[in-house]
């Protein structure tokens, strides 16, 4: 079913375990960039607010950041795009997503607002560790009133109702290599 890897860039982690953690952030509207090439397209390309997630497998902070990224996709106003890029998976696509954080050292899972290719919140991973999700939601909430125009939200509520998240702190998903 999954290709073998064999290069030592190809992902640490089995696809099929994290699947399930890609699949929060797509379900609202969140669009994967996999390659060096699609992240650059999207931060040179996006008109407005971009919404970047550094996703990680890190149970406690990635399970607070993915609820809080989407719940914060709820509101009024909302950016005018979201992209998920996944730490030890597309490793060149996270590269060079990090790459457009200058100043920060690299952090997942992290969250980034881009205003023509310039940082206008970041939130590493410090930021996010021992917050709730409603914490860090109401926090990107706040600079969405300030930096957004798109309406919102960026599914209908009910179909937000229906998601669920998977948070399991101390989680170990076995690497591939």
């Known amino acids: 079913m999954f290709e073998k890897f064999t290069t030592a860039r190809g992902p640490m982690y089995d696809p099929a375990a994290v699947q399930p953690m890609r699949d929060e952030l797509v379900a609202v509207g969140f669009e994967e960039l996999r390659t060096a090439d699609e992240v650059d397209a999207a931060v040179r390309d996006t008109e407005g607010l971009l919404f970047v997630v550094l996703n990680s497998v890190c149970g406690c902070a990635a399970g607070s950041a993915r609820p809080a990224a989407t719940k914060a996709l709820q509101h009024s106003v909302i950016p005018d795009r979201f992209v998920t890029v996944f730490a030890g998976m597309e490793r060149d696509a996270v590269d060079r997503m ?28 410090h930021d996010i560790e021992g917050r ?28 937000y109702e229906k998601l669920e998240y998977d948070r399991v702190c101390g989680s170990h998903i076995p690497r591939l290599n």
Do not use: W, Y
């Open 132 to 159: 709730s999700a409603e914490e860090i939601a109401e926090e990107l909430r706040s600079n969405f009133d300030v930096l957004c125009h798109r309406p919102g939200p960026s599914i209908p509520a009910e179909d």
């Open 98 to 125: 990090r790459s457009h954080f200058p100043g920060f050292t690299p952090s997942s899972p992290c969250m980034a607002l881009l205003k023509d290719g310039k940082i206008e919140l970041m939130l590493q991973r």
